[in-house]
């Protein structure tokens, strides 16, 4: 089974930028890959996938400031996040999935992002 491990997180000013990476074990060029995130106290949320073939998708909130983007060759999907806000602070998840809405049980271990002055 593959797994998944995130990476690139941590402490950001306001308005700063982070790239998340997510490398999976084995190959992911046929899946869709999504990120999801959880605030304190907040249910868990996509925010953004990409498909097998490029497509992406990216909750409102994040649209126009976070791109996701994948590497097939290196297994890993990216997810950077620009002009970052205070609401942006979550634990962020990798996601394996199928499609923009299908999605397998197989998560990351998640990574904190805190957007803070």
């Known amino acids: 089974q593959v797994q998944l491990v995130e990476s690139g997180g941590g402490l950001v000013q306001p308005g700063g930028s982070l790239r998340l990476s997510c490398a999976a074990s084995?190959?992911?060029?046929?899946?869709?890959m999504g990120w999801f995130r959880q605030a304190p106290g907040k249910q868990r949320e996509l925010v953004a996938s990409?498909?097998?073939?490029?497509?992406?998708k990216y909750a409102d909130s994040v649209k126009g400031r976070f791109t996701i983007s994948r590497d097939n060759a290196k297994s890993t999907v990216y997810l950077q996040m620009d002009s970052l806000k205070p609401e942006d602070t979550a634990v962020y998840y990798c996601?394996?999935?199928?499609?923009?809405?299908?999605?397998?049980?197989?998560w990351g271990q998640g990574i904190q992002v805190t957007v803070s002055s």
């Open positions: 990409i498909t097998s073939g490029g497509s992406t």
């Open positions: 084995g190959r992911i060029n046929f899946n869709a």
């Open positions: 996601r394996l999935g199928f499609a923009h809405t299908m999605w397998s049980d197989t």
